[in-house]
């Protein structure tokens, strides 16, 4: 008797995942304007790791002239001061190294933040949907419908004057746009083949949703992470011009209100604001330059 050949199920091919997490870690260099932001972001972030190396003093520091024993306020190249000093003879290019170092702490923290509650809210509300989903969701309206920046002044006013109050008002707040935006890449991926293969054999909600979604919108969650880097700076220093920001830290919104509340522009020391105004322009615009990297990972069609 002929034996019959029993043909094996074919499985669901699933995609590899430690290929998807290098994919989604990849940094955009195929993009100009993504290069140019990340060359942006390395310039800053060495200068704040050497800022004690490559600053000439310490920027809360109060010079004097020495022939009159009075606060030193000093044009660019007076004196051996590269960038000149303020009204009360503090050196303001020590204080734009310095303020690279809170910029970057308070955009990388923020943007982490940001990153992580919105893609764990966006995965939970878009696998498990039903009630989740519309509890979550009806909490993302709500965070859509808070103004920002006067939520951010109304927190730095009831709390204590400090950097992480921008830290703060972000992961309160700005965590609605990446969650929206990740749950509607779930949706679509918990119907996927492979995920209802997983399903079938077994496997536990956490760890699909680990090994098999996650991974598919890391890429989401670093654009929208590098899109808030700029965001939380410039609301840093929104609030340090408005006078909401920590005074003990020196940061380029906090060089702005100096140079505003001693009517820097009336005595044309450009020198004095026009530095830190270009620095929070190029960290932001970096941030964006950055997402059309990822736009290029996550939507590959777009370049062709």
């Known amino acids: 008797m002929p034996e019959i050949a029993v043909q094996k199920p074919i499985g669901i091919k699933r995609p590899n995942i430690l290929a998807r997490l290098f994919r989604a870690l990849r940094l955009p260099t195929n993009d100009p304007f993504a290069v140019a932001g990340l060359l942006i972001y390395l310039i800053f972030i060495v200068t704040a790791i050497f800022a004690d190396s490559i600053a000439t003093h310490d920027p809360t520091e109060i010079l004097y002239t020495p022939a009159y024993d009075l606060a030193a306020d000093l044009r660019p190249g007076q004196d051996g001061f590269i960038m000149g000093t303020t009204s009360l003879g503090r050196d303001i290019f020590s204080q734009l190294v310095y303020g690279s170092r809170s910029a970057l702490l308070i955009g990388v923290t923020a943007a982490f933040m940001v990153a992580l509650i919105g893609s764990i809210i966006g995965l939970v509300a878009g696998y498990f949907g039903k009630w989740v989903d519309a509890v979550l969701m009806r909490l993302a309206d709500i965070a859509f419908g808070i103004p920002f920046l006067p939520f951010v002044i ?143 990972i996550l939507f590959p069609k777009l370049g062709r």
């Open 154 to 296: 109304v927190l730095a006013a009831f709390l204590k004057p400090s950097i992480w109050n921008v830290v703060i008002a972000m992961a309160l707040v700005l965590w609605r746009d990446t969650a929206r935006v990740i749950r509607s890449q779930v949706l679509t991926l918990r119907t996927r083949g492979y995920v209802e293969a997983a399903r079938v054999a077994g496997s536990s909600d956490f760890k699909i949703i680990l090994r098999h979604i996650a991974p598919n919108i890391l890429p989401l969650s670093f654009l929208y992470g590098s899109i808030a880097i700029g965001w939380a700076i410039l609301t840093e220093a929104s609030i340090s011009f408005l006078g909401f920001g920590d005074p003990d830290s020196i940061s380029w919104g906090y060089m702005l209100q100096d140079a505003f509340a001693s009517q820097a522009l009336a005595k044309q020391a450009f020198y004095w604001f026009v530095p830190p105004g270009i620095c929070i322009i190029l960290v932001v615009s970096a941030g964006f330059f950055i997402t059309r990297g990822y736009e290029n």
